[in-house]
């Protein structure tokens, strides 16, 4: 069977509006759950004035940001506007916009319901663990179907609209850049409130994790949202959206070089699949009453996957597809369950690597740290293999097909990869709902049993949150390689313009190019520590005003019954300090490839992303298992091993979560989102920097 494209951008939009629809049932279905505890509506509400009080001031200053971003965009993109091309400047500026608008929109969705579905989760879990376990699970999927959904729709607009491919850049650039600040922002903002938290009140005064004496208490319940919910789901928007771009351009070439229009029919229809695959995941989602909530997520990503192969299949077989290129696309999502289960060795709580950190946890705080970034740095080494085997078969296995299909094959394993992210959004948003359930459990006095299903529920949610950021980190090394070769597609494009020679690849031998290798490679540690140092120094500020409290309200250390602490001045405390804290990291990133580029030209950017892509990605999976490794451990020994609750082992556990946080909440989920941001970069700037730089 033979349809053009507009044919397969019609049903995009339909499931789109399918997901929008499923989003909309699973709303009413949490909202319509009981809930009639007046105690914990109270905590609840007050978690969701904190979080959006923070996300409407994160936004106004990122508007400002974006504002200026689009007038720069509008000025010298895709060429300087004097040059004459005002409409193409405009459409990307435009462009650019929308995609900013549709990233937050992302976030507002996330926070809107993960601060209903926390308090209908902990009410649930008095009446057992499936009911808990299914408003947490329905509450992230409702995130999880619009955000996929509005991907799907935006670039399906966008190309629709413009029949622009870099129009379609500056779509994913807009949301790569909202995303890059949203996750930073959110990150130091959770952190800030989880460390100051935990260092106060379990390591000093030895109350429980969310007791409410704790004035952090509120703030870190609203960071989980801010940080996990909100920048998540901006960053996995992101990640969607700069695969499906990426393969988009690379198709669009291969279909103007042959006269068809059968490649771009293809990423159309396999991310219309892919989102249908979820869809018919997240309704069919169920746990029993007695069951695992750990396999409960992962049997759901199971069955999706599955769904999606066979559908995938069937769409090549009846529309003559390539069969080299779904081949590719199954590879990447093969590969992406690889990484999956590799991240789940190395943080679940059932696994050896957490056993033995508890063990070394009981000979103090240093050899926790110890044992836990050797299993982070251990735990690199399948993913790395796993991304580099994808890339390896996915090239290979296309090359036959032709000049330009061999990174095409490799932008359809991330399409691949990415194809179920309906599914990994809604386990992902599930882990801070649960977090939050768990901490109005102990809030709201609702009893040791719920206490335990929620502790089984948030334990769950630490291990496939490793998961799903080991999914959105592999999905993101395959896109940024797929975006390396979007770079020399651009490059190439304008050098016929300029009348200069073409780019076929970058030599490593070329000072100008082992240059920008070098500056890459070092950008994701400098964002890193740039984000770190902004948690510490705002938990700093924030732990005196823990204590100051301690001090000064009279009752509140011994629980004085109508004594509350000030919770917002915490809250003001941790928003303040992120939004001061979000934009250097995020500028140092732009303004360093700009530097680059401008310095070394096309040659020293290609090698800058490279450098950039490696290091960026190993920093990432470091950070984000050990991170996850360090939260499970402490788990583990409060739920009574290694000597419980108040032992040397705990102590020392909860210095390890203490530092893991920031590795795996702010600085190892932003940094696929670092690496998108300077491909894209590159990419939209390519003609600038082949006219002109100091060396290229």
């Not at 351009?249 to 396999?270: E, I, P, Q, R, T």
């Not at 070394?600 to 950039?612: M, Q």
Request: charged share 15%; glycine share 12%.
């Amino acid at each position: 069977m033979d349809f053009d494209v507009l044919f397969f951008q019609i049903v995009s939009i339909i499931t789109a509006a399918i997901a929008f629809g499923a989003a909309f049932f699973l709303y009413r279905w949490v909202k319509g759950q009981p809930s009639s505890n007046q105690k914990i509506a109270a905590i609840g509400q007050l978690i969701r004035k904190g979080a959006f009080t923070f996300l409407r001031k994160e936004y106004k200053t990122l508007s400002r940001f974006c504002a200026v971003a689009a007038i720069i965009i509008f000025l010298f993109l895709p060429s300087p506007i004097w040059e004459g091309n005002v409409l193409s400047n405009l459409l990307m500026a435009v462009s650019y916009v929308f995609g900013t608008v549709f990233s937050g929109i992302a976030g507002y969705v996330g926070i809107s319901i993960a601060t209903i579905a926390n308090i209908k989760s902990a009410e649930a879990s008095t009446k057992g663990i499936k009911p808990s376990f299914m408003s947490g699970f329905r509450g992230g999927a409702v995130m999880g179907m619009a955000v996929v959904g509005a991907s799907l729709l935006g670039v399906t607009l966008v190309l629709l609209l413009t029949d622009n491919t870099t129009a379609l850049l500056g779509f994913s650039f807009g949301a790569s850049s909202l995303a890059l600040f949203a996750k930073a922002g959110g990150g130091i903002f959770t952190k800030t409130a989880d460390i100051s938290a935990d260092l106060v009140g379990k390591v000093e005064l030895g109350i429980p994790e969310d007791d409410p004496r704790n004035p952090a208490v509120i703030a870190d319940n609203v960071g989980d949202n801010v940080g996990d919910v909100a920048g998540m789901g901006a960053d996995l928007f992101d990640s969607n959206v700069a695969s499906m771009a990426a393969a988009l351009v690379m198709a669009s070439a291969l279909d103007k070089a042959s006269g068809g229009h059968l490649n771009a029919s293809m990423v159309f229809c396999y991310a219309s699949i892919g989102l249908f695959a979820s869809i018919i995941g997240v309704l069919t989602a169920k746990m029993d009453k007695k069951g695992n909530p750990t396999r409960a997520l992962n049997s759901n990503t199971y069955v999706t996957t599955v769904i999606f192969g066979v559908l995938t299949a069937l769409a090549t077989y009846i529309f003559n597809f390539k069969w080299e290129i779904w081949f590719a696309s199954t590879i990447g999502l093969i590969v992406g369950v690889v990484i999956g289960i590799a991240s789940d060795y190395f943080t679940d709580d059932r696994r050896k690597p957490v056993h033995q950190v508890a063990k070394a946890s009981e000979s103090g705080p240093a050899f926790t740290i110890l044992s836990g970034i050797s299993y982070g740095l251990m735990s690199t080494l399948p993913s790395m293999v796993g991304i580099g085997i994808s890339a390896v078969a996915a090239y290979k296995i296309c090359e036959p097909l032709g000049d330009g299909y061999a990174m095409f094959g490799i932008s359809m394993a991330a399409v691949g990869m990415l194809s179920i992210v309906g599914m990994i959004i809604s386990n992902d948003a599930y882990g801070p709902i649960v977090d939050n359930a768990r901490g109005l459990v102990e809030m709201g006095d609702l009893g040791e049993e719920a206490l335990e299903i929620t502790d089984s529920l948030d334990s769950a949610g630490n291990t496939v949150k490793a998961v799903t950021k080991g999914f959105a980190i592999g999905a993101a090394g395959l896109t940024v390689i797929s975006l390396l070769g979007a770079f020399i597609s651009e490059v190439n494009v304008a050098a016929v313009k300029l009348g200069k020679p073409l780019i076929e690849g970058f030599d490593v031998i070329n000072p100008l190019v082992f240059f920008g290798l070098l500056v890459g490679a070092a950008i994701p540690a400098l964002f890193s520590s740039m984000l770190m140092l902004g948690v510490n120094r705002n938990a700093q500020r924030m732990v005196s005003e823990i204590h100051r409290q301690f001090e000064e309200i009279d009752g509140l250390k011994e629980g004085r019954e109508g004594v509350t602490p000030e919770y917002d001045k915490c809250i003001e405390i941790a928003t303040k300090g992120a939004i001061r804290e979000l934009i250097p990291a995020g500028l140092m990133t732009i303004i360093a490839t700009l530097l680059v580029g401008l310095i070394g030209g096309v040659y020293a950017i290609g090698g800058f992303i490279t450098g950039n892509i490696v290091s960026g990605l190993i920093f990432a999976l470091f950070m984000s298992n050990s991170g996850g490794l360090w939260d499970n451990t402490k788990k583990y020994v409060e739920a009574g091993n290694h000597g419980g609750k108040n032992s040397i082992a705990h102590k020392a556990a909860v210095v390890g979560d203490t530092v893991g946080d920031p590795f795996k909440d702010t600085a190892g989920p932003s940094i696929n989102t670092q690496i998108t941001v300077v491909s894209l970069i590159a990419s939209l700037t390519a003609s600038i920097f082949l006219a002109f730089s100091f060396f290229g």
